[in-house]
């Protein structure tokens, strides 16, 4: 079983509407929990950092839930630039980053 | 945010010659770089830690002989790829993090093909 688990999609979702991505995790030690961006052939780029209470940043919201060992993402009023593969991240007790496979989301106009 | 470079940002080498790509941190200084490799519809894979003036430390599976790292200041490592063959091709990309945040900034990706 892999560390961290994503469904890999693709996600085609019309534009404007709300989509929620899932993530699992195995290492209940996990320290820190963030989602990611990754254009296709780009570098991946930080998008939210994920806390227990739960955090949201204009159309984002990021959620944990610790006793269940996931994460989610939910993006509302999506939009055409919202479309990439979205990553999901944990730190292990070493700070050390494990990604999972990603989430590809297709917005169509 | 943070500014990481890394050049070159493609590299199209032939089989057996090798291949150095460097990673700077730009308006910080990392006390930790990182390299991964991704392949198509993949995930990231780490291949290696380093720590400026130590010794990287490699993941499983990762060849040191074959992936030269060195991280001699805070500002700058390089990853070289020695002997490079087809199945080296890949998307490599550097991070590093800062001394007080486990955030880590990417670099834009270095895209090495190897023929």
């Known amino acids: 079983r892999k560390e961290v688990e994503q469904d890999p999609g693709p996600f085609n979702v019309p534009e404007g509407a709300t989509v929620a991505f899932n993530c699992t995790y195995s290492n209940s030690a996990s320290q820190s929990f963030f989602w990611y961006r990754q254009d296709c052939r780009k570098e991946p780029k930080l998008l939210m950092s994920v806390y227990s209470s739960g955090n949201e940043d204009g159309r984002f919201t990021a959620q944990l839930n610790r006793a269940s060992q996931y994460i989610s993402l939910l993006i509302r009023d999506s939009k055409l630039s919202d479309s990439a593969t979205y990553l999901c991240v944990v730190t292990r007790s070493n700070y050390q980053l494990i990604w999972g496979a990603g989430t590809k989301l297709i917005i169509k106009p | 945010g943070a500014v990481v470079s890394q050049h070159p940002s493609r590299v199209i080498c032939k089989s057996g010659t090798s291949v150095k790509i460097e990673c700077r941190s730009l308006?910080?200084?990392?006390?930790?770089m990182f390299w991964y490799r991704q392949f198509p519809k993949q995930s990231l894979m780490l291949m290696a830690t380093?720590?400026?003036?130590?010794?990287?430390?490699?993941e499983q599976g990762v060849e040191k002989d074959k992936f030269l790292i060195n991280h001699a200041s805070l500002t700058l490592s390089t990853l070289t790829v020695t002997s490079a063959h087809p199945e080296d091709s890949s998307f490599y990309i550097c991070?590093?993090?800062?001394?007080?945040?486990?955030?880590?900034?990417f670099g834009p990706g270095t895209r090495l093909t190897v023929t």
């Open positions: 991070s590093a993090s800062a001394p007080e945040g486990v955030e880590q900034y």
């Open positions: 308006d910080f200084q990392a006390t930790t």
């Open positions: 380093s720590n400026e003036g130590s010794k990287a430390t490699y």
